[in-house]
Each structure stands twice: as C-alpha cells, then as structure tokens.
C-alpha cells in the first residue's frame, strides 16, 4: 500500500508561480513511477506530468510543457511539481498519482495509475 500526501496548493494570480509537493509512503520509492494529475469542475481528470523512477523521463502535457516542471527526491520519497507563468484555466484540484510496479512503460493516463493522493485546490485568477 502506498500513501500519497499532497501539499501546496493555493490561489494565485496569473502569471504567478506555485509549488506543488507529494510525499509517498514506501521503501522503493526510486521504483515508482509518478505523476501528477488535475481535475477541473465539470471535467476528466486529465494527465499534467509524470516521472520516472529514474527521473530520466518526464513526459508533459501540451498545455504545461515549458511552464510546469516535474521533479523527484528519492532520498526524500517526495515528487514536486513547479508551476509558473500561471494561467486562469491552469485552477483545477491536483493530484499526485504512483505506479509501483517497477520496469513497465510510463503511463500519461490515469488507468495507469493504482494510488492516488487526496487532491490540492490550485486556483488561478486573472
């Protein structure tokens, strides 16, 4: 069993930069694939960004790629996600997601995923 605890959220203006932090449980953290996830009101929860275990690949959406940046602490068994150049349509609530099984293809969908964190509120005002 993994245990996700998010942190960070908040409102921000836009153009303005936010951190989010997930903390796992664990002790093959390094092994775990993870990821982040939002989910908007009326909309699928849809694929932001995910790391390997590695840390060698790091796939974005299209609509973050190049504003949000993905990264990972195995001694720590922390996964951030730095948000910037913030974007109204960017408020959502967020989710840190984990895959533990070790050597299968990264996944952008949430199927891919067997943890979830509880979500953080990220709320972006023009």
């Known amino acids: 069993q993994v245990q996700l605890v998010e942190s960070g959220g908040g409102l921000m203006q836009a153009g303005g930069s936010l951190r989010l932090s997930c903390a796992a449980s664990?002790?093959?953290?390094?092994?775990?694939?993870m990821a982040w996830f939002r989910q908007a009101p009326g909309k699928e929860r849809e694929f932001v960004a995910a790391v390997s275990g590695s840390g060698t690949s790091r796939p974005y959406s299209s609509s973050v790629k190049g504003r949000f940046t993905i990264s990972r602490d195995n001694a720590q068994n922390t996964v951030a996600l730095q948000m910037s150049s913030l974007k109204p349509e960017d408020t959502a609530v967020y989710y840190c997601?984990?895959?533990?099984?070790?050597?299968?293809?990264?996944?952008?969908?949430?199927?891919?995923?067997?943890?979830w964190g509880q979500g953080t509120q990220v709320t972006v005002s023009s």
């Open positions: 997601a984990a895959d533990p099984r070790y050597g299968v293809i990264l996944s952008t969908t949430a199927m891919g995923y067997d943890y």
């Open positions: 664990g002790r093959t953290f390094s092994r775990y694939t």
